[in-house]
């Protein structure tokens, strides 16, 4: 019956000339039969054929009309093909898709497929980025319909096949790597607090971008996804970071009207290193200042734990250096450690939402034991995971059909 309904597209007089991409017109070359993958069975699909007489591409429009055009899967195959490939690996997809729809697709075309809409998702992503690129803010007294928009980004290795990390630094014993970094980045909103204050994040207003990529491209895909939800009619805008330089560089040049928060237990963590390397292992002592300056993170009083870490400065010159380099790190931050003051604001303090967004949107999915990734392929489920845990997939398959 499909085969039948779909008899009359692609064939028959045009209204117009077919043109080529050259510009030229392009000449018929009779009608040609495919078959095709589709969610109820293989069709033969029979579509006229026109080739370029300059260039010599050639161009199916039937194909293109159904969304086929160099694939032998409908997009309602490869719309499936793709959510699968988003939880689970590429062979239990093809061992799915037999059992629920009795399609018979090998683990490696279920690969391609996947990596095909992925790379199709991440050009879609790209397209809206350049748009948001190129708009221009509005003017400050626009009206700001939101209240608080959280944007917080992190880092996190992804097993990567030999030829991706060959001549690479890395954290190995030989100082090779095995991993490459994947960035993400996700945005919130956030309205109200809780009785006690507490902020609660706006329910389904997370979002996700990432990709394996340097930091001076991955601050556009961030900067455009804030846009795109709501930087410019926001209130106040919450930056949430661990303090990584890569990252400050991102915040000072996209968002510079922003509050800058360092996650209290990133601050946390060093606050128990410089305890280590100040007191190593007198503990008395060493549980004595962490308390004490664990209580002064909370009240934001970096300046009390910076004057009093340099008077118990350690003779041992390695040593020495580590605890004034976390010292440092203290003084450098403490406008981005004002924990009392974010508390007053009914703000949240920790990036726990991009920590965990590491592990559900790269972790579950690519960093599964034995699995290796080349860039191009973990890329393409990176843009794919995103996309559905942002809510997006009927959005990217509307655009499509449109
Ligand atoms: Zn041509």
């Not at 926001?234 to 890569?246: C, E, K, M, P, S």
């Amino acid at each position: 019956m499909l085969e039948k309904l779909l008899g009359p597209v692609g064939v028959g007089r045009r209204d117009g000339v077919v043109r080529c991409r050259c510009g030229a017109v392009m000449e018929s070359r009779g009608v040609k039969t495919k078959s095709i993958e589709t969610l109820l069975g293989p069709i033969a699909f029979s579509r006229s054929a026109y080739r370029c007489p300059v260039c010599d591409r050639t161009r199916h429009p039937g194909d293109e009309e159904l969304d086929v055009v160099k694939t032998r899967y409908s997009p309602g195959v490869r719309r499936l093909v793709a959510d699968f490939a988003c939880d689970v690996p590429f062979k239990r997809v093809s061992q799915q898709l037999h059992a629920a729809a009795a399609l018979q697709i090998s683990r490696k075309d279920c690969e391609r497929i996947a990596e095909g809409v992925g790379e199709d998702v991440a050009r879609w992503f790209a397209t809206q980025r350049d748009q948001v690129r190129f708009t221009e803010a509005p003017p400050p007294e626009a009206p700001k319909t939101l209240k608080t928009l959280y944007i917080e980004f992190d880092g996190t290795g992804v097993p990567m096949v030999p030829h991706e990390v060959a001549g690479r630094k890395g954290k190995q014993a030989d100082g090779s790597a095995r991993t490459r970094e994947a960035k993400l980045g996700c945005v919130f909103t956030q309205a109200e607090c809780d009785e006690d204050g507490r902020p609660i994040r706006d329910p389904a207003s997370t979002t996700f971008i990432g990709a394996i990529e340097p930091a001076d491209r991955f601050q556009w895909r961030l900067y455009a996804e804030a846009v795109r939800r709501g930087l410019f009619e926001a209130r106040r805008v919450v930056i949430l970071t661990d303090g990584a330089q890569w990252i400050k560089n991102i915040v000072q040049t996209h968002f510079p009207g922003a509050v800058h928060i360092i996650d209290l237990y990133h601050a946390r963590q060093h606050l128990v290193n410089l305890c280590r390397l100040l007191f190593d292992r007198d503990l008395r002592r060493l549980n004595h200042y962490k308390d004490r300056w664990w209580n002064n993170l909370d009240e934001g009083a970096i300046d009390n734990i910076v004057q009093q870490a340099r008077s118990f400065l350690p003779k041992d010159p390695k040593a020495g250096k580590d605890a004034r380099c976390e010292i440092g790190y203290f003084g450098k931050n403490k406008e981005r450690m004002r924990y009392a003051h974010f508390f007053d604001q009914g703000l949240f303090v920790g990036s726990g939402v991009v920590e965990a967004a590491c592990k559900t949107v790269i972790g579950q999915r690519l960093k599964q034991s034995g699995m290796e990734w080349t860039v191009r392929g973990a890329n393409a489920i990176i843009a794919l995971r995103c996309l559905v845990q942002s809510n997006r997939f009927e959005d990217y398959w509307e655009s499509r059909v449109a």
